[in-house]
């Protein structure tokens, strides 16, 4: 499989530095020939920024292109003033694949100093009574107040790393609590997901489970799964501890057997529509990526792991990577940002950003090491 991946990557490396001469804005979703920028009338709307800094950063890495290194530099400044905001619970999607991926690629640790700021910032969401990271607006409002998605198990990384970086087991110490809440509340029996969990915000109780993103509050949207999967297994990597492994474990059985016949997800594991109804590349990339952390600390299960990840991502480079563009594109077709939404049927600069991830993990396996799996210390509170 190595020429289709290989192929795959020169594709992705491509469509990135086409991308770099047009972009004016941090990209979203791509349709109709044209990017789209995320609507930013919230610091919210910046959550997708780091994806753009992280294939830039990739693409460099593989390339020792100037021009890309001076792009995903450019780009990554951009992001530095988001260190101190409070409008957005993805500061780890944001810092870790801009500042972090830019010191672990050019060896100059001054890029570090605004992702530790962002991790501090980050913590201020943490209440201490139900134990987990508030999600969305910082705004007062007591419904957000009490509300926590399953899309900040993406954001951990940045405080075990932070935590690694600075000494502050603080920081390690939100994370794993946060991660055995979401544990608790967002992973079901079966090893599927809800989205979000509401607590009241005073006694720290569960009050119930919702939906933003799937079908229902009782569904599983397949792009919060997949965040799930490889959030879990990075709390394994730097926690040892057994109920997170477990955790990753279940719910990548799960997406095996809800996994359609191209292996690439619909938006929603139990829609009723299937189906006939949408495709999410997106989380397919995410799932790749995911499987492979967990291959990565689950030694008995490894093989099958990378195994499935190997033919996921065959069919991605297959049946969804765009080839034929002759101007700016996405990598990835087919991506869908939020059904209920209506935003479907496009290219998403997330799933761009983990298909390059993914190609990566199995072209270069030392850029995948230096850029994404450092050597950790083992931190964390006990289960």
């Known amino acids: 499989m190595a020429a289709i991946f290989d192929d795959a990557l020169k594709q992705s490396i491509k469509t990135t530095r086409y991308n770099l001469g047009a972009m004016e804005e941090f990209p979203e979703s791509f349709k109709h020939g044209a990017w789209k920028p995320i609507e930013k009338e919230r610091a919210a709307g910046h959550w997708v920024d780091g994806f753009w800094t992280g294939l830039l950063w990739l693409a460099y890495a593989h390339t020792g292109n100037a021009e890309l290194r001076s792009g995903a530099e450019a780009w990554t400044n951009r992001l530095a003033n988001l260190k101190t905001s409070r409008g957005t619970h993805d500061l780890g999607f944001i810092f870790y694949l801009s500042h972090v991926l830019a010191g672990r690629l050019t060896g100059e640790p001054a890029w570090y100093d605004n992702a530790i700021e962002a991790a501090y910032t980050l913590i201020k969401r943490f209440n201490p009574r139900g134990e987990y990271l508030q999600a969305w607006d910082d705004d007062g409002i007591r419904k957000w107040a009490g509300r926590t998605n399953i899309d900040l198990m993406m954001n951990l990384a940045l405080l075990y790393w932070a935590s690694d970086m600075t000494g502050d087991a603080a920081l390690a110490d939100i994370a794993t609590l946060h991660a055995r809440t979401s544990r608790l509340a967002l992973v079901r029996g079966d090893g599927s997901t809800a989205h979000v969990a509401d607590?009241?915000?005073?006694?720290?109780?569960?009050?119930?489970?919702?939906?933003?993103?799937?079908?229902?509050?009782?569904?599983?949207?397949?792009?919060?799964?997949?965040?799930?999967?490889?959030?879990?297994?990075?709390?394994?990597?730097?926690?040892?501890?057994?109920?997170?492994?477990?955790?990753?474990?279940?719910?990548?059985?799960?997406?095996?057997?809800?996994?359609?016949?191209?292996?690439?997800?619909?938006?929603?594991?139990?829609?009723?529509?299937?189906?006939?109804?949408?495709?999410?590349?997106?989380?397919?990339?995410?799932?790749?990526?995911?499987?492979?952390?967990?291959?990565?600390?689950?030694?008995?299960?490894?093989?099958?792991?990378?195994?499935?990840?190997?033919?996921?991502?065959?069919?991605?480079?297959?049946?969804?990577?765009?080839?034929?563009?002759?101007?700016?594109?996405?990598?990835?077709?087919?991506?869908?940002?939020?059904?209920?939404?209506?935003?479907?049927?496009?290219?998403?600069?997330?799933?761009?950003?983990?298909?390059?991830?993914?190609?990566?993990?199995?072209?270069?396996?030392?850029?995948?090491?230096?850029?994404?799996v450092p050597e950790i210390d083992v931190r964390g509170v006990s289960e």
Do not use: K
């Open 199 to 372: 607590f009241d915000p005073d006694s720290g109780l569960l009050i119930r489970r919702e939906q933003y993103q799937g079908y229902s509050h009782d569904s599983c949207w397949s792009r919060g799964q997949a965040w799930a999967l490889y959030g879990f297994a990075t709390c394994y990597r730097h926690t040892d501890i057994p109920a997170f492994l477990a955790t990753a474990q279940a719910l990548a059985d799960y997406t095996i057997r809800h996994l359609p016949e191209d292996l690439v997800p619909y938006w929603d594991y139990n829609s009723p529509h299937l189906p006939d109804t949408y495709r999410d590349s997106s989380a397919a990339a995410v799932t790749v990526c995911g499987l492979l952390e967990l291959a990565g600390v689950d030694n008995e299960g490894a093989s099958r792991w990378v195994g499935l990840a190997e033919r996921i991502l065959i069919s991605l480079c297959e049946n969804y990577l765009i080839r034929d563009s002759s101007g700016p594109s996405s990598i990835l077709r087919e991506g869908a940002r939020s059904v209920p939404a209506n935003l479907m049927e496009h290219g998403l600069i997330y799933g761009d950003y983990y298909f390059m991830e993914a190609l990566t993990a199995f072209t270069r396996r030392d850029i995948y090491q230096r850029a994404l």
